[in-house]
């Protein structure tokens, strides 16, 4: 039996090989033609704005009766906007950047009318202009509603008519807004036409081949979770393990994408009507119970994990827990690929099966590990003395209602421990959660909906103050003002900072050249994002080096074809395939690939000019391009400096408090009695939560920039210890979700029980009373004193930690202690159910399936729960040492203090 097993955990790593392997050649296949779609597109998009301007500039008969070459102005800024919009977008994302576009070139042109209006006569200063520039500037930048795309292009078209007027003054041409509004119009219209031609790049078929991929990806890491968990080898457990992990970040990158994808798909379905909606429906049926899925298979892998990395490891006994595995696997796969069938109620059925076999192993798995049942307790001891039977099973040191004891020096003694059985009930709790919500979700889709009656019960108001100040939050409406304006100081210094950027560059790109100095203002507007959410340098660094490169190969190209102009526009088809492959390389990135085919195609589309040859116009725009970002350094270095290494302290200051309160909120939660209460407080604990992932992830990043910062005459950055502590509070952050989801789990089954869910969660407080207060808290507060130290003090004068920090072994003997008590509370609270029931048959065999059901998800909660108490633990001790680390590294002469190393 050993050998056939092991026979089919080779063979499963041996498919979920092959599978890589062809994830891996569709990979290769998907990057390969989304490369060559995004050349061919923007090489189209590029073409039609070209024979257009060729007709309009150079067509006789247009000119004759139309005067069509005074339509335009500024021509070669419509290359520019071709690019942006053709970019990497789809249907939907280019209807809105176009919108934008379009938007904010007619903001821009009322901008620069006002402009002309109140100071046209004082034009003849450039420190005139550039203060016209900075409050034009800060006033577009200033709405946080405004798409992006609109802002920028509003910024360069006010920059390009106020530079363009002071270098005509006095005889300018007071069209020139309107004719460089209609280039735009027209560019922006060349973009739309590349993405329908000549077939429409919908967002519907990307999100459909991305689905369609996840959920092979969702499929085989399944598939080797369970594998890993039933397998005898530890070896191929590892390995399956492994996989599991490389499966989980193409998991994660593919979320992201459908999500950006999901939004597009949206905008497309309001812009054509005929828009399949039962199939976009299906794609968000499917994606979110992927990302549901997602997060339960995570949950999965850290079992795995730490089974894996026991000594020795837990494995699942008996075949009919593999089978039961097995059943369930097989049958998650097929609700995924079943999605788009309608009334397809023996799928239902068969998911109701599945969880009644979950339940059966659940029950065997309780007998096997030494979990107490009914019919143990009743036929060793009888129904009379449930204390007397659990003092006997698990020794004279169990007194109920008694956590006081709980110390290092006075142990349980029982054979039973949570904690080392926690990997089976985690493993098993991810996955019954998981069919649950995959049987809700199907079912919803599939059978028909309610109709909607008239009259809505409004939710019930709860005095518990989280819920209230949820229930606020849902009912409060922001006025007009906020909604379009985040006036807070951190916005306002980001655009005092752009608009301080727009009239430097205004001011140095007029000084070097007169006619042509609005190339600098169009660098800055084009890259603006950067100044707004940090990472100047590296933006910069970017852009300098493709505007560059295009700029020269431009040249290049310029100076090889003389003889025949038409070879220029073929020179330029193998560098838009580069570059859209350098959009995706780290040493180009998006900006600095885009700014390269930009460059090139604004050099070699350019007319003749008698004041500029080629060298001439490529030595300008590199010089503007340098100019324009060397406002974005010398603002941000010098006039306003927002480095990134300053903003990690008081970000990490930040997210200790947040998660303080979260840890604070799960004790309070646990003291939840009200039916309201039950009904909102996971919801609101969840919200947090995601809030605080958002919030080490931009931790993260801000890191990571820091990092890439150049050092200048600061002392180096040490990127390794100040990642590691926040990894380590994502971790925390992560334990104590799992916690929250299995408190959540007692409350589910305990609910309308006749006051067990008092009983049980009085007992879960003081469990996680201990935990939190004596050992989360604390190592938190110590790492907030060591960030807000100040190295001028000699020393610290109050106590960095005030209240004691009680020992890991401490904590687990008091949560095993805590668990023991919920466990003797329901046999206590049953025996008393049995009793009243007496003789009668039908209401024994209700309570003691009730009571048996209720055992399942206590063992698998408790179980849960002891993981998230292990792993809180060792992260916590984790997050300690870093913050040790992070102090001696920040002061290595001076020694630690005592009461840091307690």
Not at 257 to 278: G, Q, T, V, W
Not at 300 to 318: I, N, T, Y
Not at 579 to 584: A, H, I, N, P, V
Not at 729 to 740: P, T
């Amino acid at each position: 039996m050993t050998q056939v097993l092991q026979q089919s955990s080779m063979s499963s790593c041996l498919q979920c090989a092959k599978t890589h392997g062809q994830l891996h050649v569709d990979h290769e296949q998907v990057c390969w033609r989304s490369r060559f779609s995004t050349a061919f597109r923007t090489g189209l998009g590029c073409f039609l704005y070209g024979l257009l301007l060729h007709l309009l500039l150079h067509s006789k008969h247009l000119q004759k009766h139309y005067n069509s070459a005074s339509w335009l102005a500024f021509p070669i800024f419509g290359y520019v906007i071709v690019v942006r919009v053709v970019g990497e977008s789809n249907l939907g994302q280019a209807l809105l950047e176009s919108t934008a576009m379009v938007l904010g070139a007619a903001q821009g042109i009322l901008m620069s009318y006002v402009m002309l209006y109140l100071f046209y006569d004082y034009f003849t200063n450039v420190g005139i202009v550039a203060a016209c520039i900075f409050v034009s500037s800060f006033i577009i930048a200033l709405p946080t509603s405004l798409n992006i795309f609109h802002k920028r292009v509003a910024l360069a078209h006010t920059a390009i008519v106020c530079i363009t007027s002071l270098a005509q003054h006095p005889h300018m041409d007071f069209m020139f807004p309107i004719k460089l509004f209609a280039t735009t119009i027209i560019a922006a219209s060349c973009g739309m036409l590349a993405i329908l031609l000549p077939m429409p790049r919908q967002a519907h078929d990307q999100a459909q081949s991305h689905t369609n991929l996840s959920v092979q990806v969702a499929t085989q890491r399944l598939k080797a979770l369970v594998d890993g968990f039933c397998i005898d080898d530890n070896t191929n457990a590892l390995a399956l393990s492994l996989k599991a992990k490389c499966l989980n970040n193409v998991a994660s990158t593919l979320h992201k994408k459908i999500n950006s994808i999901m939004e597009d798909m949206k905008r497309e379905a309001r812009f054509l009507p005929c828009h399949n909606s039962f199939k976009r429906e299906r794609l968000e049926l499917v994606n979110d119970c992927l990302i549901s899925m997602h997060e339960h298979l995570t949950h999965m892998e850290l079992a795995l994990q730490e089974d894996v990395s026991s000594s020795p490891p837990k494995r699942l006994k008996g075949r009919i827990m593999r089978e039961s595995l097995a059943y369930a696997t097989g049958w998650v796969i097929l609700v995924l690929n079943s999605m788009n069938l309608a009334q397809h109620f023996n799928i239902i059925k068969e998911g109701q099966k599945v969880i009644c076999t979950l339940d059966e192993t659940v029950a065997r798995m309780r007998k096997e590990v030494g979990y107490p049942t009914t019919r143990s307790m009743h036929a060793s001891h009888g129904h009379q003395d449930i204390r007397g039977a659990f003092q006997h099973a698990y020794g004279d040191n169990f007194v109920p209602n008694n956590l006081s004891r709980a110390t290092p020096h006075n142990k349980i003694g029982a054979p039973f421990s949570f904690a080392e059985h926690a990997q089976f009930a985690f493993f098993f709790f991810s996955i019954q959660k998981l069919v649950v919500e995959m049987k809700y979700k199907f079912e919803s889709w599939n059978c028909p909906k309610p109709a909607r009656t008239k009259s809505v019960s409004p939710e019930p108001r709860c005095s518990k103050e989280l819920c209230s100040k949820r229930l606020y939050k849902r009912a409060e409406k922001k006025p007009l003002a906020q909604a379009w304006f985040k006036l807070d100081l951190q916005q306002l210094k980001s655009v005092f900072r752009l608009a301080l950027t727009m009239a430097i560059a205004g001011f140095l790109g007029y000084s070097f050249n007169k006619k042509k100095g609005y190339w600098a203002d169009i660098t800055v507007a084009m890259g603006f994002r950067a100044l707004l959410k940090g990472d100047v340098y590296k933006i910069a660094s970017l852009r300098t080096l493709g505007i560059s490169c295009g700029s020269i190969y431009g040249l290049l190209v310029a100076r090889s074809t003389v003889p025949l102009r038409v070879l220029r526009y073929v020179a330029l088809i193998p560098w838009v395939i580069l570059t859209s492959f350098l959009r995706k390389s780290r040493i180009f990135a998006y900006g600095g690939g885009l700014s390269s085919f930009t460059a090139a195609v604004v050099i070699l589309a350019s007319e003749k000019s008698k004041d500029y040859s080629d060298q001439d116009f490529t030595v300008l725009r590199i010089v503007e391009a340098l100019l324009g970002l060397a406002s974005f350094v010398v603002v941000e270095i010098l006039i306003c400096p927002h480095r990134a290494r300053s903003r990690v302290k008081p970000a990490m200051l930040i997210g200790i408090d947040k998660l303080q309160q979260f840890a604070g909120n799960i004790l309070e939660a646990c003291s939840y009695q009200e039916q309201s209460c039950a009904n909102c407080w996971s919801d609101e604990l969840r919200s947090e939560y995601q809030n605080l992932r958002e919030m080490t992830s931009g931790l993260t990043q801000l890191v990571k920039e820091a990092a890439e910062e150049p050092q200048f005459w600061f002392e180096p950055f040490q990127e390794k210890i100040h990642l590691r502590v926040v990894e380590e509070e994502r971790k925390v952050v992560e334990m104590l979700h799992l916690g929250v989801d299995a408190l959540d789990g007692i409350k589910r089954a305990a609910r309308g029980k006749r006051g067990m869910e008092s009983l049980l969660l009085g007992e879960l407080k003081a469990v996680m009373d201990i935990l939190i207060e004596k050992k989360v808290i604390p190592t938190l507060d110590l790492l907030a004193t060591m960030l807000s130290f100040d190295r001028k003090a000699e020393s610290f004068k109050e106590p960095l930690v005030k209240a004691p920090l009680l020992s890991d072994e401490g904590c687990l003997e008091a949560f095993e202690r805590g668990a023991l008590q919920l466990v003797y509370t329901l046999y206590h609270s049953n025996q008393l159910r049995v009793e009243r029931a007496g003789s009668n048959a039908a209401l024994l065999i209700e309570n003691n399936c009730g009571f048996e059901s209720l055992s399942n998800t206590m063992f698998l909660s408790l179980g849960t729960l002891a993981f998230s108490v292990k792993c809180l633990l060792h992260h916590s001790k984790e997050l300690h040492q870093a913050s040790l680390q992070l102090f001696q590294t920040k002061n290595p002469l001076m020694p630690c203090p005592h009461n840091m190393m307690t």
